[in-house]
């Protein structure tokens, strides 16, 4: 699923996750996201992904999980 933006960035995620960026297409680490609302009005409008790291005690410590994103003006 495409989650479609403009100006903030509300990230939910689990007990599980240990890490959250947002990656341009290039593959460019361009934000630390934190739970909760993220300012994404500073970049282009595009897409991106937003990466997730689990944690050590999750059941897939080796799983990463992206989704994309797209921030419109």
């Given at each position: 699923?495409?989650?479609?933006?403009?100006?903030?960035l509300l990230l939910?995620?689990?007990d599980?996750?240990?890490?959250?960026?947002l990656?341009?297409?290039?593959g460019?680490?361009?934000?630390?996201?934190?739970p909760g609302?993220n300012?994404?009005?500073s970049?282009a409008p595009?897409?991106y992904f937003?990466?997730e790291?689990?944690?050590a005690?999750?059941?897939?410590p080796?799983?990463?999980v992206?989704?994309?994103?797209?921030?419109t003006?």
């Open positions: 699923a495409v989650t479609i933006v403009r100006g903030s939910t995620v689990s599980l996750t240990l890490h959250c960026s990656f341009s297409l290039a460019e680490e361009v934000l630390d996201l934190h609302s300012d994404v009005r970049l595009g897409v937003v990466r790291e689990p944690s005690v999750s059941r897939r080796s799983a990463v992206s989704r994309k994103v797209v921030l003006e």
